[in-house]
């Protein structure tokens, strides 16, 4: 299976970054919102950037979907970093919503108790189920969702119990995903629109994905006694299972990928999570080897054209 970059960074992503960078400094707290499937490809680095040395909450939302195993353990990779604390969020546990908030308090301490306004910002990735989340928050319908990506498109202010004000920004993607295996999480769990990648070439990546790691719940939901070893025989069989035939008994494979896609986002598959830190340590080396590997090969490309200079400039004396 061939693999691309994936990319997508609209516009109002940009616009929306340098509105955060220039009210970041008012901020006494971030609530950044990642989606439990993929912690890892979901936080965006550049709220890291932003928020410097503020604390952050890390709301790892949509956690019915997950591994609820593989949650706990990103839980705990997470609280071990300093001024970070996180917790595991579904819309199943709408009542757990007072955590938050007393968490905020609790990392403000000297505002909380003198009865001063905590202003806290809350950011996410596209389709992250921030809205929903900020919706629950207010006890009230203040943030419009929807289940395709970048639906908010500019700040607002959301007035909460307990002395905090929250400001909701647009869902922000960074403009360059180094790490293709991210860039697949993201497309897979639909934190990019569909239109900006090869939807069979992310689905293929997924089952590749789910063979090795989540084989028991292919096998249960596609009646596949033996699970094949490939991404294509696994969409030949589990497609000729479905009855998804097109003319001349030639499997719809397209369609069977389409399928494994919207099941996978709709919790219908199983909870499934995509990455671990461990993936996530082995990746970031791979990621910083490849960074280090461009600038040698860039410089060069400035060195060999420095020294194309310097010869023709004997060449003319």
């Not at 001024?83 to 007072?98: E, P, R, T």
């Not at 009230?140 to 498109?153: I, L, M, Q």
């Not at 070439?201 to 249960?220: C, H, M, N, Q, R």
């Amino acid at each position: 299976m061939v693999k691309e970059t994936i990319q997508w960074f609209p516009g109002h992503m940009n616009k929306a970054r340098n509105e955060v960078k220039e009210i970041m400094p008012e901020m006494d707290i971030v609530i950044e919102v990642i989606d439990a499937r993929i912690p890892y490809s979901s936080e965006n680095p550049m709220v890291a950037a932003l928020r410097g040395q503020k604390p952050v909450i890390k709301i790892l939302n949509k956690a019915d979907l997950a591994d609820p195993e593989r949650t706990q353990i990103w839980l705990d990779h997470f609280e071990a970093q300093n001024g970070v604390k996180a917790i595991a969020f579904d819309d199943n546990k709408a009542d757990d919503v007072h955590k938050i908030i007393e968490l905020c308090k609790r990392m403000m301490p000297g505002k909380a108790e003198s009865g001063r306004q905590i202003k806290a910002m809350i950011m996410g990735i596209p389709n992250v189920g921030k809205s929903t989340l900020i919706n629950t928050l207010a006890g009230r319908s203040v943030a419009k969702t929807g289940n395709e990506p970048a639906v908010t498109k500019s700040q607002q202010l959301i007035k909460l119990d307990g002395g905090i004000m929250l400001y909701d920004t647009p869902g922000m993607l960074w403009p360059k995903v180094e790490n293709e295996h991210s860039g697949y999480r993201l497309a897979a769990t639909g934190g990019i629109r569909d239109t900006a990648f090869d939807f069979a070439d992310v689905a293929g990546y997924t089952a590749e994905y789910l063979i090795k790691d989540y084989p028991e719940l292919l096998k249960s939901r596609y009646k596949v006694e033996n699970l094949p070893a490939t991404d294509w025989e696994f969409f030949e069989v589990a497609g000729r299972n479905r009855g998804l035939l097109k003319k001349g008994g030639i499997v719809d494979t397209y369609r069977m990928s389409e399928i494994l896609i919207n099941e996978l986002r709709s919790g219908t598959l199983g909870r499934i999570t995509l990455e671990t830190p461990e993936m996530m340590a082995a990746e970031e080396k791979v990621v910083a080897e490849q960074r280090i590997a461009a600038e040698a090969k860039k410089e060069a490309k400035l060195e060999e054209k420095r020294m194309r200079k310097k010869r023709a400039r004997k060449n003319r004396k």
